[in-house]
């Protein structure tokens, strides 16, 4: 279980009202009572007010004079005004003609094949692989994702990824997440990454290093599943509790044009799932991003990116359809349909290049990663990418803004350990893992342009 509260325990005690009777207790004479209500009738008897007379209207009686109905220079203001009115009224309809007909050419119908229909009455391992790691993924997740059944795993509902605490799912103590156990999962033989830091961790107090407190899952398509252009639509019900993180996106394939994020990123979905007030959005909230840049230091993603935000009601109460639509000349990420659009991006014939206003920071065109790109326009973004579902824990990245309700402070040395401490505030808002976990219930995916037989 989690650290027991450190605080201590306040004693009650008890007041009485010795010798006064009950504090609401009426203890004047039935003479009294009258003589007010008496005294109360006549001053409110004074205050009525008499009965106002009928209404009766001013409207004119009978038969009158209409003298404007025949004067001709009220005729021929009247066909002025009207004239006006239907002009502007016409020119409305021509330029909101013009405006949806030209809207309408740039999302043209298209051919597209269906590559993936998955309703999850299984974890097919023709589609699906498991991602095990310990590192946090590059954002400092609190998270260690695994193969556990219990983090991942099929039901009646769909799939499920639930996040659970390292030492109610593994043999390790509360102790030894933060002191003198070591972590291997080379040798056990799950790790997935390459990295030596992702794959082991040793527990100690001296270097300020512990176990991931919570076990999670993360599970995509790479080498099975992925698209070149087309769409992809996720029917998902998100998470609830504090600082959890459900996501819905894509990498590429192969790393065509450098590290990340040079060679880009889709997050469809992401959001968290605290409570409405956290800043920057809690579990009524999402948003999609776009991440792309020569180097880490330059990501672009603050120029391509879109938020939505239900009203009285959050993304963990029902499904939702959260869906991508991606062509060569635009992306759009929507929920529910394709008319609740979330991002809308454009891609610009110069290209991301030209986007980023990189030549403004001194940067050569050699530095281009795009420059020899097949298609300018949508580089890095036309590449095949894969899709990724996961439920992460707690970030150091400022995914989760610092606050005063956050435990944790961004690049203090001590985020995993002053988030783990704070267990007794945030675990019991995670409830039952109906509700802590994020439930897939179909996943489509479809590649633009007809079935190759």
């Excluded at 203890?27 to 007010?36: G, L, P």
């Excluded at 004119?60 to 009115?85: C, E, F, M």
């Excluded at 156990?181 to 030596?196: A, K, W």
């Amino acid at each position: 279980m989690y650290p027991p509260s450190s605080s201590a325990s306040s004693s009650s005690g008890s007041s009485t009202w010795e010798g006064r009777g009950s504090p609401y207790q009426d203890h004047s004479s039935s003479s009294d009572r009258i003589s007010v209500y008496s005294v109360i009738s006549e001053y409110a008897s004074s205050y009525i007010q008499p009965q106002k007379r009928p209404f009766v209207t001013s409207k004119l009686q009978g038969v009158y004079q209409q003298p404007w109905l025949t004067d001709p220079r009220l005729k021929s203001r009247k066909r002025n005004h009207n004239a006006i009115v239907y002009t502007l009224s016409c020119i409305g309809i021509v330029v909101a003609t013009i405006f949806c007909w030209t809207g309408s050419r740039e999302f043209k119908s298209r051919d597209y094949c269906l590559v993936l229909d998955d309703s999850f009455k299984t974890l097919d391992p023709d589609v699906w692989n498991y991602e095990v790691q310990v590192d946090g993924f590059g954002n400092g997740q609190f998270d260690w994702t695994t193969t556990d059944p219990r983090n991942v795993f099929v039901d009646h509902n769909g799939l499920r990824i639930v996040p659970t605490l390292t030492n109610e799912s593994t043999t390790i103590t509360n102790d030894q997440l933060l002191n003198g156990y070591t972590l291997n999962l080379t040798r056990d033989g799950t790790c997935t990454s390459t990295l030596q830091t992702a794959c082991g961790i040793k527990s100690s107090k001296k270097l300020g290093t512990m176990i991931p407190p919570v076990r999670s899952g993360r599970i995509n398509t790479k080498g099975k599943k992925g698209i070149r252009f087309g769409k992809v639509e996720v029917e998902a019900k998100l998470p609830s509790g504090d600082w959890l993180w459900p996501a819905i996106w894509m990498m590429p394939k192969s790393s065509a044009y450098g590290t990340w994020p040079a060679s880009g990123e889709i997050d469809i979905m992401e959001s968290r799932g605290n409570d409405y007030d956290t800043p920057e959005g809690g579990k009524d909230y999402f948003g999609s991003t776009l991440h792309w840049g020569p180097n880490a230091g330059a990501d672009g993603y603050w120029r391509t990116f879109g938020t939505t935000q239900l009203k009285r009601s959050d993304f963990s109460k029902e499904f939702h359809t959260f869906g991508l639509e991606w062509t060569e000349d635009y992306l759009v990420t929507y929920v529910g349909n394709r008319i609740h659009q979330v991002m809308y991006i454009k891609f610009e014939q110069e290209g991301f290049w030209h986007r980023g206003e990189y030549a403004k920071t001194n940067a050569t065109e050699a530095a281009n990663p795009w420059r020899n790109a097949g298609v300018k326009q949508a580089a890095p973004f036309d590449e095949e990418f894969f899709l990724i579902l996961n439920v992460a824990v707690g970030a150091s990245n400022g995914y989760f803004k610092d606050s005063p309700q956050k435990p944790w402070i961004d690049r203090s040395g001590r985020e995993m350990q002053d988030f783990w401490k704070s267990a007794n505030q945030w675990y019991p808002t995670w409830g039952p893992e109906e509700t802590r976990g994020m439930t897939v219930r179909r996943v489509r995916m479809w590649q633009e342009g007809k079935c190759q037989n």
